[in-house]
């Protein structure tokens, strides 16, 4: 196989959008902690599980936001970009 | 944008599409649902309330039960016990009312004893007395006027002489009440000369008499603290006294 | 019944090792009796696959796609829950049955979590919550079923494997692709749940390479779904604020509350408003990227193992993505309706929190 821009342009994009989703690694520390955070709370204090659980699950979202945006960068990457 | 597959018109479908998906679910389902839920919990808690009531009206009835038992078994305990009452204070009645007849009955037994007795005592002092005047006339041989005798014999009877009481003559007596004993129940003239005398001598109140054949004859009158002894036994114990 | 229990056990167990046993048979050359049917990789598209090339209602660069056809399937199943739900209610019963009685057990918990959270709001924020959990859910489980993402049009000239003809119905021509690539392979789309697939096929044009076109794809993997939904519920979000604030809804954004008076605290107090306007705009890109996300990687996830190990294994990864489907579309509504609640909560507190 021979060097040629378009297939260089292809591993760039590939190696990028691979790149790109190592900021996910953030969003799952993040959600762990979130949640073995709120299993805690949830066993010393079971009669306040329903309001950790809505809390909890808001605290991921907001840590997934940040997966999320690597997602869109990685797909723009991909699909839109060059 | 194209390559991430967004384009406007499609977009804008579905937001229509969800405006009409919010529309059917709002109106078809939450709606429904929501009145069921809230018909449901209505239920519940109207059970609930309904079971409370129904507690509350079987506690109610068993506290009136109880009092109501309590109440009959207070009435039951007053009554046995007012029976009880009734029953002792009727028999108390009927035995005091017994043992006042029977001391009534038992009183004018003796009273009627005492008369009976006094009236042979009277009897036999007359015969005494005959017998006694009969028996001196043949020892002394010589027949006495018999009414001197008489009184001769009723001064020692009754220790009275010529309407005094012998024992008293020279007696300083005071007190409130007198007890004369004569051996031989006195006539009634006799008690009065008697009760007279006392009375002026000693300043006693009241008077009784009373009979104790063992004196023989004579009196004896116990006038508070002080015993004038007039009996013939005292002074035939004196005599005897003086003899050895 | 307890003798009923253990025979159904053992029926549920013979039935899973025969279709493991079926798998075996159909994908590998164990013991040499196998077919060993060389499992295929699908191309994986990021928007909807176009089904035909004229445009719909005449609106230009609107065409027909396999998600458009998802998003009318979700509708469906919606609306036929929605009818269930309706006719039970309406027969006066005082509990649902079956899948109407699922869905009211599932409204119950949503209610009673909306309550919790949005209090005296729950009649506005409620209906909201309800619908998006049920439609992205019903979304997110059609895609599960056999044959959504394998039946579909043979796209000729563009793709990797040759098209072989299995019969025809009603002049219809059944074709399949197959990886030739190997030696003697007989291969069929891949099919992650060790179904053989057929594919509809139009054309018969005898091209280097074919791939298919499926007619049914689940509408979540597309993401003019999701922003929609997304932009749906910020909208409301701000409807929802404005509905229970005012105009006093709009200094969360534009705080000069406390701007001349304390000068530090009120510029960072209106920069903090300015930040809670970008943080708008990112809920619905978080929001939109989130569903389409998981929902897109899923399906990959379910392709990439079903061409891996096509039996047996796919079932585990179809568990996950049954939880993955509610999870998320539970996640979706959650969302929103904390987002909505937050909004009808005055910032009055909070401003006194600062200073």
Known sequence: MEFSVEAATILGKLIGAGLAMIGAIGAGAGIGIVTSGAVQAMGRNPDAAGNIQTNMILGIAFAEAVAIYCLVVALLILFVVG | MEALGLNLPFLLVQIVNLLIVYTVVAKWVVGPVGKMLEQRRETIAQGMEDARVAGEARANAEEEAAKIKAEAQAEASQIVSDATERARSAGAEVKSAAEAEAATAKDKALAGIEAERNQMLGDLRGQVAALAIAGAQKLVG?????????????????????????????????????????????????????????????????????????????????VGDKVMDGSVAGKLEGLRANMR | MSEQKPKNKVWARWVVLGAILLGAFLFTGFFGIGLNIKPIMPEVFLPGEVLSDKPLFGIEGFFMTNTFVGMIGADIAVFLIALGVYRGVKSGKMALSGVSGAVEALLEALQNMTEGTAGKWTKVIFPWFATITLLVLSANWLGLLPGVETIGLIHEGHGEYAVRDLGSIGGMKIQTIWDESGEEAHMEEASTDAHAEETHAEEDAHHAGASVVPFFRPVSTDL????????????????????????????????????????????????????????????????????????????????????????????????????????????????????????????????????
Do not use: C
């Open chain 2, 142 to 222: 010589e027949a006495l006027d018999e009414k001197k005798q008489h009184a001769l014999l009723n001064d020692f009877f009754a220790g009275v002489k010529d309407g005094s009481v012998i024992v008293l003559a020279d007696a300083d007596l005071s007190g409130d009440s007198a007890e004369v004993t004569s051996a031989l129940p006195l006539t009634d003239a006799e008690q009065v000369t008697v009760k007279k005398d006392v009375l002026a001598k000693s300043g006693a109140e009241a008077v009784s008499f009373l009979v104790d054949p063992s004196i023989l004859g004579g009196l004896v009158i116990k």
């Open chain 3, 224 to 355: 003019n779904f999701t922003f929609a939904l997304a932009l749906v519920a910020v909208v409301m979000v701000q409807v929802v604020g404005f509905r229970a604030l005012g105009w006093s809804y709009l200094t969360k954004f534009w705080n000069t509350k406390h701007f001349f008076d304390k000068p530090i605290f009120g510029f960072i107090d209106f920069g903090v408003g300015l930040l809670e306007l970008v943080s708008e705009l990112s809920k619905v890109l978080s929001f939109a990227f989130r569903l389409f996300g998981n929902l897109f990687a899923g399906a990959v996830l379910i392709f990439v193992m079903g061409s891996l190990v096509p039996f047996f294994v796919p079932a585990m990864f179809y568990m996950l993505e049954l939880f993955v489907g509610m999870i998320q579309a539970i996640v979706f509504g959650m969302l929103t309706m904390t987002f909505m609640a937050q909004a009808t909560q005055s910032h009055g507190d909070h401003d006194e929190a600062h200073a």
